[in-house]
């Protein structure tokens, strides 16, 4: 499917979706989505469809999916405060360490992708002023270039580094969304163990380990337990 097609059918969709025709937009959103396609823009109006037809779970996925392309996508981030509060579980979150709260407030603003580019750019603007310091003839403008053109070295080292972080985190941090509408989670992978406690749709999981058809999943709070695999859906974007 070319990319004008493509274009045609997200308009088409956009256009039921202020139609309020919000079950037919969503099902073009999907079929894009099967294509391929991967963007900010797409979950974040998949998310809107859902939100619209009361489908919680849907909802906050497909938001939780638009900040993971794009962590500053405000609409997004917003809507997701909105769709969390059609959920049913209040779950106290374990208190955050100094360092996990800085890793919160500024870099987890940038996706790994992001942080990429940064880098990027930082080293062609290192570059840049290494080659104004070494063509320059004035000492003054020499200083000035050295020094700035070694910041800017800094600067990328600390992005390269968070970079990496960020990326093997996202590889090794599996999360998923509760998407059935009630479940009770065991204390071992089989459904004669017992019961430690009860979710509900829409709640965001860190999955631990898969064992057959069967997750171990941690909440916000602490508590782990296990939970079949049909009633999770993974926040994956491949």
Not at 190 to 199: A, D, G, I, Q, W
Not at 206 to 227: A, C, E, P, Q, Y
Request: hydrophobic share 40%; with cysteine; glycine share 2%.
């Amino acid at each position: 499917m070319t990319a004008q097609t493509l274009n045609e059918l997200f308009d088409k969709a956009n256009e039921q979706y202020r139609n309020e025709k919000y079950e037919q937009a969503l099902d073009i959103y999907k079929s894009i989505e099967k294509q391929g396609v991967i963007s900010t823009e797409l979950y974040y109006n998949m998310g809107n469809c859902s939100y619209k037809l009361n489908k919680v779970a849907p909802t906050i996925y497909y938001y939780e999916k638009a900040l993971m392309i794009d962590p500053l996508n405000e609409d997004a981030k917003n809507n997701l405060v909105f769709a969390k509060r059609l959920t049913i579980d209040n779950i106290e979150e374990l208190p955050k360490t100094i360092m996990q709260k800085i890793d919160n407030s500024f870099i987890k603003k940038l996706s790994y992708n992001q942080w990429a580019v940064t880098s990027v750019i930082l080293s062609v603007l290192g570059s840049a002023l290494f080659l104004f310091f070494y063509f320059s003839n004035k000492p003054t403008k020499k200083r000035l270039f050295f020094i700035t053109s070694l910041f800017s070295y800094f600067l990328l080292t600390l992005s390269l580094i968070i970079t990496i972080k960020e990326y093997n985190e996202n590889s090794s941090n599996l999360e998923a969304i509760i998407f059935s509408q009630e479940v009770s989670v065991k204390d071992a992978p089989t459904n004669n163990n017992n019961e430690v406690f009860v979710l509900h749709e829409g709640t965001k999981v860190n999955v631990l380990d898969t064992i057959d058809n069967w997750s171990k999943i941690r909440i916000t709070d602490g508590k782990v337990g296990w939970i079949l695999n049909e009633n999770i859906k993974l926040l994956t974007l491949f």
